[in-house]
């Protein structure tokens, strides 16, 4: 087990990234993950460990955002450095702005966008991960594919053609 645990750390990294924003809680998110699996494993029943690692941080990630809710804890929305994979020569205007745009979203559309897209999950992994619906992930996928868009767009900072009206 931990060996296949190991294997999809990095996976767990950048859905922890995406999920607290912040660097510190993101790690922190990580750590409490990975220690919970392991007290956990005598009772995982060896099914899908992707989508059984991705349900304990989803949950304690909901957890840290209702204890925030009530006092000082895990940071909802923070600063997501490694959200957006690496680029050749990465454009920091338009990392930032891909970051502020994420962070716009609420928690629960950016998880899915997170796992469908960086991550690769099935709508039926997503939704067992969620607890809800396969419906209820593809509705939450769209609005935040439309929201990230629009943002995106109407936050144009280049323009191609030199004649072009500007708003």
């Not at 955002?65 to 009530?70: G, K, S, T």
């Not at 607890?131 to 280049?158: C, F, I, K, N, Y």
């Amino acid at each position: 087990m931990r060996e296949a645990l190991i294997a999809h750390l990095p996976a767990l990294r950048r859905y922890a990234y995406g999920l607290a924003g912040a660097r510190a809680d993101a790690e922190d998110l990580l750590q409490a993950t990975v220690l919970r699996a392991l007290e956990a494993a005598p009772g995982w029943r060896r099914e899908n460990l992707r989508a059984w690692l991705y349900t304990i941080m989803t949950n304690l990630y909901r957890n840290g955002l209702r204890a925030n809710a009530r006092g000082p804890g895990l940071e909802a929305i923070g600063e997501a450095d490694h959200v957006a994979a690496p680029l050749a020569n990465p454009d920091p205007l338009l990392r930032s702005r891909l970051n502020t745009a994420l962070a716009t979203l609420n928690p629960e559309m950016r998880a899915v966008l997170m796992l469908v897209v960086l991550e690769g999950c099935s709508y039926a992994e997503v939704a067992q991960i969620a607890g809800v619906p396969v419906g209820t992930v593809m509705s939450r996928l769209s609005r935040a594919r439309t929201q990230l868009s629009g943002l995106l767009q109407d936050e144009a900072v280049v323009y191609l053609n030199r004649g072009e009206k500007r708003p």
